[in-house]
């Protein structure tokens, strides 16, 4: 009986300790990561394949989730270092304009959020995103199986990179109720295209293609912002 009790217990102190030591390295791990500051390593990502699992992500966690959990998955997998030690699950929030208030849509904000930790010049693709989103018509992706609703809709010109706006704009161009099948399967589809272009441009930014969109629309796209809600602008 005593044996069994010894042998026991030699069992339990080995897992134990097992278990203290991996504990360690993965703390080592990714304290080593933290002392990492971006631009965190890249490597290119298939547009084709992102825009899939973006369409995917959307529906476990919706936009900005999408959008920024698929792209930091993918890149967990191919690069490592410190991409391991973030969440994707921090964009949750970001949902409907963060948390259903409409404001910056819940896309951009995670694509900005990716874009800012995997590039220097992470202004520039910012700007280049955020222009494209407001000039272009979408959604543009179109699912093999689509998941909320599988008839046919119109895209929409968002003209701005608030939710509101973009959803609003489609919803007049193609007639569907905000809380319709087909709304949430526009913004799924909608998730699916910006990841898309995210990685597009990040893809160039750093095979040296990137071309930065010119500054005078960028300057008077948010001059129109802040007119809209009467800030002054220039000196006193």
Do not use: Q
Not at 102 to 107: L, R, V
Not at 146 to 156: N, R, T
Not at 166 to 188: H, L
Request: aromatic share 12%; with cysteine; proline share 6%.
């Amino acid at each position: 009986m005593g044996n069994k009790r010894r042998e026991f217990i030699v069992k339990s102190l080995i897992g134990t300790a097992g278990l203290v030591v991996g504990g360690l390295s993965g703390a080592a791990a990714v304290a080593g990561s933290k002392k990492m500051e971006p631009p965190y390593p890249y490597k290119p990502i298939d547009p084709d394949m992102i825009a899939e699992k973006a369409y995917r992500y959307y529906l476990k966690g919706h936009c900005a989730y999408g959008v920024f959990a698929s792209v930091l998955d993918t890149l967990k997998e191919s690069v490592g270092g410190p991409y391991l030690g973030i969440p994707g699950e921090l964009f949750e929030y970001g949902k409907g304009g963060i948390n259903g208030w409409g404001t910056i849509c819940g896309t951009l904000n995670g694509a900005a959020a990716i874009i800012s930790i995997s590039c220097k010049g992470w202004k520039k693709v910012i700007d280049a995103l955020y222009r494209w989103y407001e000039e272009t018509p979408l959604p543009i992706y179109y699912p093999k199986h689509p998941a909320k609703y599988k008839g046919a809709f119109a895209a929409s010109i968002a003209t701005s990179p608030l939710c509101h706006v973009s959803v609003m704009k489609w919803i007049e161009k193609t007639g569907f109720a905000y809380d319709s099948k087909a709304r949430s399967e526009r913004c799924a589809r909608l998730t699916a295209d910006v990841a898309k272009k995210t990685v597009e441009l990040l893809n160039a930014y750093h095979n040296g293609t990137f071309k930065p969109v010119s500054a005078p629309g960028i300057y008077k796209t948010k001059m129109d912002c802040m007119t809209c809600h009467n800030m002054k602008v220039g000196s006193r």
